[in-house]
């Protein structure tokens, strides 16, 4: 008992960093394994000497670090998180790399950086260019990227204030509540981590194991029905398949999936270890509220005008046509608003059915205003946008009774008094982040709106937008290395945050 209580300390003193590193490495060994029982030998060793490689570096760096005394301060978990976006990537397109001898580094890297940040833009526009062992490792790196999220918002984020608590917490952005702190000592942030994954690694499973039983169910291959649950889980919208508009994807299929898209819209869906879950359940949820407003009202308005101009055309108002094109519109909006990305099979015939052509503009904001707080989900974030909406609706009542005294409420309660503000402080950087990133693109030589449309899919961790929100594909393969730079500069700031990019310049965080 002694040794294993020894044993775990030391692991609890490594640098967070170094065991993400580990983890990721370990992992290498499910694409050999898979690769073997594939006949895909080349892949198969590839992924098993990267592992081997990795997991010896791992623990040659683990017993050096024995014995040493862990710094507890506020930037190192913060510092890793960005390490793993950053660093992370090149050895994860190292087995890639083996596996592809006919790309380059930057394209590896770039397709790693897509990966771990839940993006899911493919440099490759062909599927069939990758073996299903590439398709599973870019899936799984996705995933285990969504996952890490998942546990860095309740062990690195929500101390720190950052990714969305901002607006709840009554502590200053970047900066630890001291009120907490001086009732109890601070808590090892290794140790928190390791306990935030213990209690949701087996949720995150779990939920993903289901969806590939049900999509197994509904008819899917094995290997398509799993990268599809793990993408949708993770909301990287990435497919062996190209994606879901045209390759058989059945309705079972889709419903089945948007209803675990629904994980990505409030983190009380499947937790409530964070301060977003001091106010009540989903039915008081403003971010669940939402959501599921937008899912509703945008298709019903999609269908109102498909409805319209199939009527002006003198299209077929037949009553099976009109539902699969309002369900087109409900899983579409579902899985963009999640930043998920998948299209539904009955979008087409939507437009189609109607004569129209629903414009991408759409689609990028719904990915802009993007999913819940701590989730998978990217874009600016719904308790963001309902911190807004509540500060624009009180603003609306003052301007007709201006002496009126407004109470929180049970949903405005969960939100500080100057949450709106630093909402809006948020929102600016983001838009100031979208308009220097679409300046760059244009620098280097990409059209405007090509450029408009990849800073929106790659701050926004919404890769299938470069496919589907532009008036034809944008082959990135295509672009120049400064271009791929730019975008993967976007992807980390899309996926961390401005708000912890500037966090990690303070110098308070580097004195704690």
Not at 48 to 56: H, K, M, R, T
Not at 196 to 211: E, H, V
Not at 288 to 294: H, S
Not at 398 to 403: E, G, I, K, S, T
Request: hydrophobic share 50%; net charge neutral.
């Amino acid at each position: 008992m002694r040794r294993k209580s020894h044993i775990r300390r030391e692991i609890y003193n490594l640098p967070l960093f170094l065991l993400i590193f580990g983890v990721f490495s370990a992992s290498m060994i499910v694409p050999a394994f898979f690769a073997v029982v594939t006949d895909d030998l080349l892949a198969s060793r590839a992924f098993f000497y990267s592992c081997l490689l990795g997991v010896i570096v791992f623990i040659m760096i683990a017993i050096t670090h024995s014995g040493r005394k862990a710094q507890h301060g506020s930037l190192g978990p913060l510092l890793s998180l960005f390490s793993s976006f950053v660093i992370l990537p090149a050895i994860l397109a190292i087995p890639f790399l083996e596996a592809l001898p006919t790309t380059r580094f930057v394209n590896g890297y770039f397709d790693m950086v897509s990966s771990i940040t839940t993006t899911g833009a493919s440099l490759f526009d062909d599927p069939g260019r990758l073996s299903d062992t590439l398709h599973l490792w870019r899936a799984q790196v996705a995933w285990m990227g969504g996952l890490l999220m998942w546990i860095a918002a309740s062990a690195i984020l929500a101390p720190l204030h950052l990714g969305g608590f901002e607006v709840t917490s009554q502590a200053e952005p970047g900066n630890p509540d001291d009120r907490r702190t001086t009732v109890s000592p601070p808590v090892n942030p290794r140790r928190r981590l390791l306990r935030a994954a213990g209690a949701l690694t087996p949720t995150y499973l779990a939920l993903t194991l289901l969806l590939w039983v049900l999509l197994l169910a509904n008819g899917d291959r094995s290997l398509v029905a799993l990268c599809h649950a793990m993408s949708v889980m993770a909301t990287s919208g990435i497919s062996p398949l190209g994606g879901t508009h045209d390759t058989g994807v059945g309705f079972g299929a889709e419903a089945v999936m948007m209803l675990f898209m629904l994980f990505s819209l409030s983190r009380l869906t499947f937790s409530k270890d964070t301060v977003t879950a001091t106010q009540g359940g989903l039915r008081t949820d403003p971010e669940f509220r939402m959501g599921l407003a937008l899912i509703i009202g945008v298709p019903l308005i999609l269908f109102a005008r498909h409805f319209l101009g199939a009527f002006d055309v003198s299209a077929s108002g037949e009553a099976y046509e009109s539902g699969r094109a309002l369900w087109g519109a409900v899983f579409t909006v579902t899985s963009f608003l999640t930043t998920t990305g998948f299209v539904s099979a009955s979008w087409a015939e939507a437009q189609s059915w109607s004569g129209l052509e629903t414009p991408g503009l759409i689609l990028m904001g719904l990915a802009l205003i993007g999913g819940g707080v701590a989730t998978t989900a990217g874009g600016v974030k719904l308790l963001r946008v309902f911190a807004l909406y509540r500060n624009g609706a009180r603003e609306l009542e003052r301007l007709v009774h201006p002496h009126s005294v407004s109470g929180a409420g049970t949903t405005g309660r969960r939100l500080q008094s100057n949450g709106a503000f630093i909402a809006w402080i948020f929102f600016m950087l983001f838009a100031l982040s979208l308009a220097g990133v679409t300046l760059l693109l244009t620098f280097v030589g990409a059209p405007f709106e090509d450029a408009l449309v990849m800073s929106v899919a790659s701050l926004s961790t919404t890769g299938p937008l470069i496919e589907f929100a532009a008036d034809a594909p944008i082959a990135l393969i295509e672009l120049g290395d400064p271009a791929k730079i730019i975008l993967i500069g976007a992807m980390v700031l899309g996926r961390l945050e401005t708000l912890a990019i500037i966090a990690l310049l303070t110098p308070d965080l580097w004195r704690a």
